[in-house]
């Protein structure tokens, strides 16, 4: 605290001391070029004289300006603003007169109608200076944020206040637990807010992801409370032969289709809810930057209405112009300086990457705060938003790079100006954050084995290879964010019927065979390409493979013809999921089930000991498969909600936290019904949770059903009962007692 307090104080000092500068070379200028303005002596004086001369004048009338000019306003408030306007003028010229007075030796003189222009040009120049030195105040920014979001609050008239609490879920995109973990640890963490957050008010849980470790497949389920069927980041549809990739806008939104259509209901945020910065729109009607609308054409399409509403202020567009700038410059020294160094792993960093990291850590990043900052003022019931810094350049420097430490302290002040602005809202907010997974670290397979993924699998099918070998394109979520932001057409990309088709998801590899209709067998593929399982399984740089058999069902194939085959359990030799630790085997088994799971799909090599992966595309920060840190996220929650699961119980799986954030959503609206998680019974008079802690919730009176307000009504049917209750309000304890 008293670190942040000194850091805040020479931020001020240095502010000052910069518009002092500015000021006193204006001065300089201006006496320059106007003729009856002079800041030496009759006789002449040397330029070091001069520009003491002009630093005392800028001194002293930025003190009268900062001391005098407000008793000024404050006396001639009852003067028309007509008069008054006029009259600025000229008080100004009059405090520059009496600032000119001040310098010893009558050095400063200025006729009285150049004193107006002098002092005019001066207040420009120095306000103009003190906005672009706001570019990193996160203090000035907040005040902007909320004083804006409460102009347009008052356009759009009163509005009754809430009085329940509101959630506001913060996803850091791709941050796992364990760097988490390390970034709120020791006595100067890098995420401050973050661990005085984990220290007093809040308590961190990890959870398990899916197979499918990526923002597609575990965001889909925590808004929308399903995944079904999405069997990694990027696959091909058969039945189709079109390719469905996650975070492009045409995919995106059937998915969300999709995913609406199983459930039967909008998603989480389907009661006055808002989204941003997201893929899917969980159900709200308040959209920004979500991908899952981007497709959409005309007045239909408010996705974009984020930026417009952002940039529409001169200061948040001037702010966030700098800090882009400095962004890419900071990457280009960066990616320069690992070069230089010779660090391995390493992928290629230039052409566009420089600024598609900048719009991601920076532009994406104050659009999507400056939104949630107006949700809360707005006082919606939940907010949901997405922010992508830390993810993108962690795919390019490794998940624990030193290049990703000034990521994370940008990211921990983003979250303390939400949690300062949320003391402006007309509700108060539990603000939760989460991820929707981590990240493995490793050289790529390209760098490895100096062959990528599909090169293996033709050279497996007895097909040519070329002698050079292509990269894998990789499929981070903010190039296709920048694409639709700019409004640029969705890349296509052609498969030929005759030939295998290999896709990447991080560390995860999907091979299809488009001319099989349906799923291939392990008999047919081996009657077909008899070389192409050995090849793979036994590969060094692959892990296991997932085939289906005729005979078998889901067998998973690992090295030196070891086997787990899934639908029996039964095992040859060694453990092929062994080294992927725990749920690994039931992660493998419902991807199987999907009906979109490709006839192959493979899993890189995974070192238990260093927890690194080979990831198929260009990252060496990757995710999309298991091992390592991917699979294992977080959950930072206010300790007034009930615990995600009961001590000791995991909580595995997207789809489990859904349950988990919707039992909250009800658990924040008011007036409650006991809350247990299926262990605690609850006692008379008072409500319970899973640690024993009180619940904010008032119990209702012995013999009296609580009373629930229409909007409360409203959510509940919205978002569904909470996970363990029955529709008569009670857990199933309540009914065998």
């Not at 008054?84 to 006729?111: D, K, M, T």
């Not at 920014?141 to 609050?153: D, F, K, P, Q």
């Not at 995919?251 to 945020?269: C, H, I, K, P, S």
């Not at 690994?584 to 419902?590: K, L, N, T």
């Amino acid at each position: 605290m008293r670190t942040a307090r000194w850091r805040s104080l020479s931020g001020a000092l240095l502010r000052v001391l910069a518009v002092w500068a500015v000021s006193s070379l204006t001065l300089l200028v201006l006496a320059a070029l106007l003729p009856d303005f002079r800041l030496q002596s009759p006789g002449g004086d040397s330029l070091t004289r001069t520009a003491a001369t002009a630093a005392l004048g800028a001194g002293a009338f930025g003190l009268l300006s900062a001391l005098v000019w407000p008793l000024l306003v404050r006396a001639l408030l009852l003067v028309p603003a007509l008069v008054l306007g006029l009259l600025v003028f000229f008080l100004n010229g009059s405090l520059l007169l009496l600032a000119l007075g001040l310098i010893p030796e009558g050095r400063g003189q200025a006729a009285p109608e150049t004193a107006v222009i002098v002092a005019a040009v001066m207040s420009a120049t120095s306000s103009a200076t003190s906005a672009f030195l706001a570019v990193r105040n996160d203090a000035a920014y907040r005040r902007r944020l909320v004083r804006l979001a409460g102009r347009r609050l008052r356009r759009a008239g009163p509005a009754r206040r809430p009085r329940t609490p509101g959630t506001v879920f913060l996803q850091l995109d791709g941050l796992g637990h364990d760097l988490l973990r390390e970034a709120i640890s020791g006595d100067r963490p890098l995420m401050e807010t973050v661990a005085r957050w984990a220290g007093s008010s809040h308590r961190l849980t990890p959870w398990r992801t899916d197979w499918s470790s990526q923002t597609g497949a575990s965001q889909l389920a925590i808004l929308h409370g399903s995944n079904d069927d999405l069997p990694a980041f990027r696959w091909y549809e058969k039945e189709t032969g079109q390719l469905l990739v996650c975070n492009r806008p045409t995919g995106a939104a059937e998915l969300q289709r999709r995913a609406v259509e199983r459930t039967g209901y909008g998603g989480l945020l389907a009661y006055d809810g808002a989204s941003r910065g997201n893929l899917f729109s969980g159900g709200a009607d308040q959209v920004a930057l979500v991908m899952s609308v981007a497709a959409r054409r005309g007045r239909h399409n408010r996705s974009r209405a984020g930026y417009f509403a952002y940039f529409s202020d001169p200061a948040n567009a001037t702010r966030t112009a700098v800090s882009f700038v400095a962004e890419v410059v900071r990457e280009i020294v960066q990616s320069l300086r690992t070069r230089f160094r010779h660090e391995r792993p390493r992928v290629k960093r230039g052409g566009l990457y420089p600024v598609i990291r900048a719009f991601a850590t920076v532009v994406e990043r104050d659009v999507v705060v400056a939104a949630v900052v107006g949700d809360m003022l707005a006082g919606r019931s939940a907010v949901y938003a997405d922010l992508v810094a830390y993810d993108e350049v962690a795919h390019h420097s490794g998940p624990g790079h030193r290049d990703t430490h000034q990521v994370l302290r940008s990211l921990d002040r983003s979250i303390a100006l939400i949690g300062a602005a949320a003391r402006y809202a007309p509700r108060p907010y539990r603000i939760v954050l989460l991820s929707d997974h981590g990240q493995s670290h490793g050289a790529t397979f390209l760098e490895c084995y100096g062959l990528s993924l599909g090169d293996l699998v033709r050279a497996g099918c007895g097909l040519p290879v070329s002698r050079r070998v292509g990269r894998t394109p990789s499929g981070a979520e903010a190039r296709e964010a920048a694409r639709a932001a700019l409004h640029r057409p969705e890349e296509t990309e052609g498969h030929s019927s005759s030939r295998p088709v290999v896709l990447a998801s991080g560390n995860l590899g999907l091979v299809s065979f488009p001319d099989v209709p349906g799923r291939i067998t392990r008999e047919e593929l081996e009657r077909r390409h008899p070389a192409l399982l050995p090849t793979l399984a036994n590969h060094p740089g692959i892990g296991f493979v997932l085939v289906r058999s005729a005979q078998h069902g889901a067998v998973v194939l690992g090295p030196a013809g070891t086997e787990h085959h899934l639908d029996t359990g039964h095992i040859v030799g060694a453990d092929p999921l062994a080294p992927f630790g725990e749920g690994a085997a039931e992660a493998v088994r419902r991807t199987d089930r999907f009906r979109h799971t490709a006839d192959l799909m493979v899993n890189s090599a995974h070192d238990p000991v260093t927890g690194s992966v080979h990831a198929f595309e260009e990252q060496i920060g990757s995710h999309g498969g298991l091992g390592g840190a991917q699979s294992h996220p977080f959950l930072l929650w206010p300790l007034e909600l009930t615990a995600p699961t009961a001590d000791g119980e995991p909580l595995v799986g997207a789809e489990h936290v859904h349950r988990v954030l919707r039992r909250w959503l009800v658990e924040a609206d008011g007036p409650q019904l006991p809350v247990t998680t299926g262990t605690d019974t609850p006692r008379p008079g008072r409500a319970s949770s899973a640690d024993g802690r009180r619940s904010r919730a008032m119990p209702a009176e012995h013999g009296q059903q609580p009373q629930v307000t229409e909007g409360e009504d409203e959510l509940r049917r919205a978002v569904g009962p909470p996970e363990g209750f029955s529709p008569e309000g009670h857990t199933p304890q309540d009914k065998t007692r």
